[in-house]
């Protein structure tokens, strides 16, 4: 048995867009959830348990302040949204958002704009605009620090 063999042997045979060899595991999971769909707080301070308790299951890199890029899924903030929205936004439910991960060079990322809002054009939806996320990275490692994108 070859070494591709051997890594993607109890995986389906490749067909379609599907590949064994692009399996990895998911050593460590966590779902915290309201089933009625209810909003909290409390969820979001019980989902950063759960990361934090993935630590020993490998959620790092080879530095201790660089992570693996886990993070956490939430539902839209709407009410966080209208606050820091510079114009009055839809109904809730009603439009989408996006966590985009560009670039740090102003010329890649500006290109890259440009061809999102064309999409999203072409797709019969209206472009809003972009909001930069603050962020602080005081805390990452150098091997974060490189790979850093603009939120």
């Known amino acids: 048995m070859n070494k591709l063999q051997h890594q993607t042997a109890g995986y389906p045979k490749a067909q379609g867009l599907y590949h064994p060899r692009y399996e990895h595991d998911a050593c460590g999971m966590g779902f915290v959830v309201d089933i009625n769909g209810r909003k909290s707080h409390a969820i979001i301070q019980q989902a950063l348990t759960v990361l934090c308790n993935l630590n020993h299951r490998g959620a790092a890199g080879s530095e201790p302040n660089t992570g693996d890029g886990a993070g956490i899924s939430i539902q839209i903030p709407h009410t966080f949204l209208q606050k820091v929205w510079p ?3 839809p109904a809730a439910g009603s439009y989408g958002v ?54």
């Open 87 to 89: 114009e009055p936004i």
């Open 98 to 151: 996006g966590m985009v991960f560009m670039a740090q060079d102003e010329q890649e990322r500006q290109r890259c704009q440009q061809q999102f809002e064309q999409i999203v054009a072409q797709e019969g939806q209206r472009f809003r605009g972009w909001r930069i996320v603050p962020t602080n990275n005081a805390s990452l490692g150098e091997t974060a620090k490189s790979g850093e994108p603009f939120i």
